[in-house]
Structure formats: C-alpha cells, structure tokens
C-alpha cells in the first residue's frame, strides 16, 4: 500500500515497472520486459523468506498486484509509460487527492437552488430482482473500507464482513504494511479498531478481526463454480477512498492466470482469477464482487492497464480480476483458525520462459507429488484434469486452485509433438509462513 515505486522480482527482467496505487495490484503483461537469461519458478516449494520464489534460474514476467489506494504524489514529466500493445497487471489500493476532496467539499458547501430541491411527491423505486440496484443493496452494508496508516505512507483498501462478530476478509497486499492493526469503517459511518490475524502471500487472502461488535451485517457467499463467462456482475469497494462504490459489468473470462507481485516486491502471487470488466480502481483491493443475487463470488484484486509513468495512479480499462471465492473462503477459514494456509503443491520447477505449449519441468523436487507419479525433469506439461495448460503460469494457477491431497490427472510429453502421457497425482502440501 506504498506510493513508492515497486522494485523487480528476481522472476522479471528488464526495468521497474510503474508503481502502484492503493490497494489493488498491477500486472505487468508478457512482453512487458526485454527477455535475458532464463528464470524459473517453483511450484509446490516452501516459499524462501516471504513469499519468494527460489532466485535465479527460469522466471516469469507476468501481471502484479495492484496497491492499496496511497496519497498522491506529484505527477513526473516525461516519457510516456505507454508501450504498444503492452499491459500492465497491478493490485489495487486507493487513495482520495486534493482534486476528488475539493469537488467533493464543493458539493457539500451548502446552499439550496431550484437544481438541487427535491421533487415532491418522488421516492425510489423498488429494485427489480436481479438487477444492479437489488444486488447493490444486499452487498454494500457488507463492505468495509480499511484504512492502514504507517510512517512512511497511508492507503486505503476494501474488505467484507463474514460474521456479525466481526471477521472480515481482504487481501493480504492491502494489509502487509500495516504492522498488525488497521482502521475498519463500516457502512453505517463508524469506525473502529482491526486486528490482522493473519494473510497468505500466496493466494494474497488475509483475515482481520474487529473487536467490540456484533451487530454487523456479514455477506452471504456463492459459489465461484456456478459462474459462467457473459454473466452479469456487480463490483463494490472503496476506490480512491470513495467508500460504497458500485460498479457492473459481466465475468469475461474464468481460470484466468494472473501473476502478481505485493507491495515492496515481497509477495509473489499466482490466482487462477475471475476477470470482469466491472470498473475496478486503487482501493478495491479486498472489496466484492457478486452475482446478482448479491451474493459473494469473487475478492477484488488487480486490474490491467496500459502502461503508466512512475508516480501515476493506474486506472480501470474494463480488466479486472478477482480470487474466485470458493478458494477465499477456505483460505481465510483456515487463516482464522490456524493462522496459516495451506495450498496444493505439484513439486516442480517451471521455466517461466514459456514453451510453444505447455509448462516445462526444469527441475523435480525429492520427495514431491511429482516424483511420486513419475513426472521428469524436461517434461512439457500439457493438461491438468480437462484444463489445457498453456504456460508456466497457467499450472501454476491451475495447482493452487486444487485443495492439498486432491488427485488430479497430470497430461505431458518428452518434447513438442511428443507423445503424450497421463498419470494420476495426489497433490501435496505448501503451507504459507505463520
């Protein structure tokens, strides 16, 4: 949730990408970076520090998080961040500048005109069911703006309630600075004090408990499984600290791979995503996105955008993603419970340097599900169950979408236009740090 610039992962090559504004994250598209040696990714090992991945070897240049919504900073002349064709990838945290306050405040100025008075005799309307308006109106007393002040920097992201007690889901870059304690504001206009219990750079899902409340109004969850592409839903978050924001639009895509980095460079983050073109800006980072029933479906993330210059919030471009929720939930049961998650494991090393198909094994982990079943080094993995494994990314999503100790099919080849072969894996285990 820093306004600072975002250093490079040792998976990226190439410059820094733009930094990042509030809480949700930016990804940086393929291609976004000039290629140098090969890097790679392990998929399964324990995570090296917080969130790393094992340093040199094959690497992926893929999306990043988008921030929490930060304070502004001045606006650098220069180049321009656009490059053809090239996407960015960011986690979202927002931030409200002197120009959105000071137009809000001119608003509230007082005064009355004839462009202003109510007209009598004129209430709202009852919202039809399954509209924007219905779906709106079940999920909004249920979205909290989180506010995390530092020393260093101040941001805002979004979270949901799932007990009246007060236990609230967000992402974990939207938290990671925080130092252990966050400001929670409620739709009703109260605030108060959160705990941090625990978060996931992996899967980028975190918990946070409120103390003191039982009155609050938690969301009701769906299931990300039933959503199809083409089918409206509605966004709700706090961008740029405009709290109760709703947007809408349709899911565009599912088991999108999307491959982030947090905050500061320290968390690497892999979802097997939802992609909406629902608006999402810096500071939907944790916030809902629901089906028209208003029921949860997915956790806003990070968004896409073209290009940006250093300093430059990233706005919405209709590419936004969210953590399917039917991974979230679990994740934040077993955070709240244990204060670790757990996700499956394959034990391999992949080359991020994609292949003309597939995900190439550069290296197998002793011991691991991979060796279990046989799979070798040099194998070019092409199918995990009926999904159609494209790249290094794409298995990495598909794996950590599995729940640990499931069995899955696992389809490969010796090289391109080998031949193929399937084999039966039961997942492991790789548990995020305390």
Known sequence: MSDEQSPREPWQSGPDEPSRSGDTQRIPAYGDYPGTAPQRHGLGEAPRGYGYPEQGGPQQVGPQQVPPAAEERPVRRGKSGLLAGALILALLSGGVGGVVGGYVASRDSGGSSALSAPAVGQGASAAPEGSVQWAAERIIPSVVMIDVRTERAQGSGSGVILTSDGLIVTNNHVIAPSGGTVEVSFYDGTTATGRVIAGDPNTDVAVVQVEGRTDLTPATLGSSSDLRVGQDVVAVGSPLGLDGTVTSGIVSALHRPVSATGEGGDQY?????????????????????????????????????LGAMPGVNPGSIGLGFSIPIDQARRIADELATTGRAETASLGVFVDMRDPERGALVTEVISGSAAQDAGIPEGAIITRLDDRIITSAAGLIAAVRAQVPGQTVAITWTDGPGGEERAVDVQLGTQGSTP
């Open 269 to 305: 983050t892999v979802i097997d995503a939802i992609q909406t073109d629902a608006a999402i800006n810096p500071g939907n980072s944790g916030g809902a996105l629901v089906n028209m029933d208003g029921e949860i479906v997915g956790i806003n993330t990070a968004i896409a955008t």
